[in-house]
C-alpha cells in the first residue's frame, strides 16, 4: 500500500500505523464522480523526468470507466492542455478529481495500457479516497477548454507572478517514485490554504504542511524524487503558474496546523493565461484553512 519513501516519512514525522481509504480498482462510487466532473487533474512524467501537472477540460463524460480497473480520458481533452506531454503505452500517471462546489476529492494511480485515437485507457492500480480539509468551495464557470490558451516561459518569477503566487488558496502538486518501488508510480494532490500560505524565502518556494490523512503520498515521494511539479490556478483570471523544481523538507514542526515545512527550488516556471474562464471573487474559505491560517 505505501512504497519505502511514504513509509520513511510516516516514522520521520513520528506516526504509528497509517490506515488508508487505498483501492486497487475503482469504486463504483468513484466511478460515478469521475464521469461527472468537467475538469480533472494529471500527472505523468515529461521527456526530462520531471513530473507535469495538467488541467484536462471536457464535458461531464470526458472521464470514464470501461470496468473499475480501466480509467478512459479523451485525447481532446488531453491535446488541449498546455504542457501535458503526449501520453504512452507504459506511462505512469496520477489523476486527481475534485469538485470544488461540494469539497468531493478522489485520486486515482495507473499506467496507460492502450492509446486509441479517441481516448487513452489507464490501467488503475490505485483509487485513493480523499477528505474535505483545505478544499475552499468555489462555483467554476463550465468549460470544454476549448479556449486559446497562451503560454508564457518565465526566466523568474516576475511581479505578476509573484502577486499570484501569494494571493493563491489552492495548488496542486504531482511527485513521483520509481516504478520499481513497491507501491510506486506518478501522484498529483490538492493543497489549500488563506492566501499568503505560499511565500518565497531566500529564492525559494516556502510551503506549509498541514495536518492532513498521515499517507505522506507527496513528501514520501519527494523523499525518494526531490523532483516536483507545482500547478497554482488564479481562478480570478482564469490562469496558472506552472512550476518545476526540486523539494527539501525542514521536518521541524511549525505552528498550529503546520506540522512542517517543504521548500521548492524553482528551475523552470510557465505562465498559462486564458487557461479557463475566470471564477471572480466568491469564495468560501473551509474552516480547515482558517484554522491554518
Same mark, same amino acid.
Given at each position: ?11 520521520? @514525522? &513520528?506516526? &504509528? ?43 461531464? $463524460? ?14 481532446? /481533452?488531453?491535446?488541449? /492542455?498546455?504542457?501535458?506531454? +503526449? ?6 500517471? $496520477? ?14 494511480? $495507473? ?12 490501467? +488503475? #492500480? ?6 474535505? =480539509? !483545505? %478544499? ?5 464557470? !463550465? ?16 511581479? @505578476?507572478?509573484? !502577486?499570484?503566487?501569494? @494571493? ?19 501522484? %498529483? ?9 505560499? /511565500? ?5 518556494? =516556502?510551503?506549509?504542511?498541514? +495536518? &492532513? ?22 481562478? #480570478? ?7 518545476? $523544481? ?7 514542526? &511549525? ?27 466568491? +469564495? ?10
Amino acid at each position: 500500500m505505501f512504497h519505502p519513501g511514504e513509509k520513511r516519512a510516516q516514522q520521520r @514525522a &513520528g506516526y &504509528g500505523e497509517v490506515r488508508a481509504a487505498v483501492y486497487p480498482a475503482m469504486p463504483e462510487q468513484h466511478r460515478q464522480f469521475f464521469a461527472g466532473l468537467h475538469t480533472f487533474y494529471l500527472a505523468t512524467l515529461g521527456e526530462d523526468g520531471y513530473p507535469v501537472a495538467a488541467l484536462l477540460q471536457g464535458e461531464p $463524460g470526458f472521464i470514464s470507466s470501461a470496468g473499475a480497473d480501466l480509467l478512459r480520458v479523451t485525447q481532446a /481533452s488531453l491535446q488541449a /492542455s498546455p504542457l501535458l506531454p +503526449v501520453l504512452k503505452t507504459g506511462m505512469a500517471t $496520477g489523476g486527481l478529481g475534485i469538485d470544488f462546489s461540494n469539497r468531493r476529492r478522489n485520486r486515482v494511480n $495507473g499506467v496507460v495500457q492502450a492509446v486509441e485515437k479517441e481516448y487513452v485507457e489507464i490501467q +488503475v #492500480q490505485e483509487s485513493i479516497g480523499n477528505c474535505p =480539509k !483545505y %478544499i475552499q468551495r468555489r462555483l467554476l464557470p !463550465y468549460s470544454a477548454g476549448k479556449g486559446l490558451v497562451e503560454i508564457e516561459r518565465l526566466a523568474a518569477l516576475d511581479a @505578476a507572478a509573484r !502577486y499570484a503566487l501569494y @494571493a493563491a488558496d489552492t495548488f496542486f502538486v504531482a511527485s513521483v517514485a520509481p516504478r520499481q518501488a513497491e507501491a510506486g508510480g506518478v501522484d %498529483i494532490s490538492h493543497r489549500g490554504g488563506v492566501p499568503g500560505f505560499l /511565500s518565497l524565502e531566500r529564492g525559494k518556494l =516556502k510551503i506549509p504542511d498541514y +495536518v &492532513g490523512n498521515r499517507y505522506m503520498n507527496t513528501l514520501g515521494n519527494l523523499l525518494v524524487d526531490p523532483r516536483c511539479a507545482l500547478l497554482i490556478p488564479d481562478f #480570478q483570471q482564469g490562469a496558472a503558474l506552472h512550476i518545476q $523544481g526540486k523539494a527539501e523538507i525542514a521536518w521541524q514542526r &511549525g505552528e498550529g496546523l503546520t506540522e512542517r515545512f517543504w521548500f521548492v527550488e524553482i528551475e523552470k516556471i510557465w505562465r498559462i493565461r486564458q487557461l479557463f474562464p475566470p471564477a471572480g471573487l466568491e +469564495v468560501e474559505f473551509a474552516d480547515s484553512s482558517v484554522a491554518a491560517g
